[in-house]
């Protein structure tokens, strides 16, 4: 491995994006750009973690890729080894309670922002794989990209976007050195969604996954060369079930079968 490798990772603050930093702070290649909304957050794990920069920003914000690059320039060189889409959020309620403007929320935290960040950071991404070797980007998804379930529309409308545009994504920039994976997450215990009832029972405790293994599963996705990593990995047969039997499937959902089958990591805005 070479002397420096750079990551940035989104919404690192809290839940999936903070295991991921940590996870990669344990190899002493890598210098983190951790980004998020709170600042004292970021600041708190840079210096727990060292080889860190922070940069407290909204991701929504029109001006927020443009100051991601501008920092990379600035003090990496413009060089980035791996790009961790990980912010996001989900807000509960049915189309016919939220509307669009519940849709709306989704798509521009959960998959604009994830793209115009890509798009900015991109040139840099090709010009270190042509540089260094392959590089990545690892978009962090949901179970809810493939499978949806009541009240949960908007949240698998913004993920299934993320994950059709992932496998694009993929095969634009293979060319280029530039490997693009996905990880599909179900249910997850963190700072936003706790899962306590989940956990609490024998029957459901085992599909609620740590952001610890989360973050193995960026590992393998990026840095792993894996197209897509489902976490728990048997989560992928509720994805196979709705391709093979879709009627079947949207009885199941109705009757509320697939209710703590298929999760996401819900509630927890980073």
Known sequence: MSAELTAVITGASSGIGEAAARR???DPGYRLVLVARREERLSALARELGRATVLAVDLTDPEAPGRVRELLEREHRGQIHLLVNNAGAAWRGSFAETGWANVERHMKLNFEAPVRLTEALLPLLRNTARAHGRVAIVNVGSTASRVSRPASGAYSASKFALAGWTDAL???ERPHGVHVGLVLPGFVATEG???RELRGRVATKWIVSSPERVAEAIVDAGPGGKAER???????????ARVLAPGLVRRAIARGAFTTAVGSDEGDSK
């Open 170 to 172: 993929g095969a634009e």
């Open 24 to 26: 990669l702070a344990r």
């Open 230 to 240: 489902y976490v728990p990995r048997p989560y992928w047969l509720a994805a196979a």
């Open 193 to 195: 969604f706790p899962a």
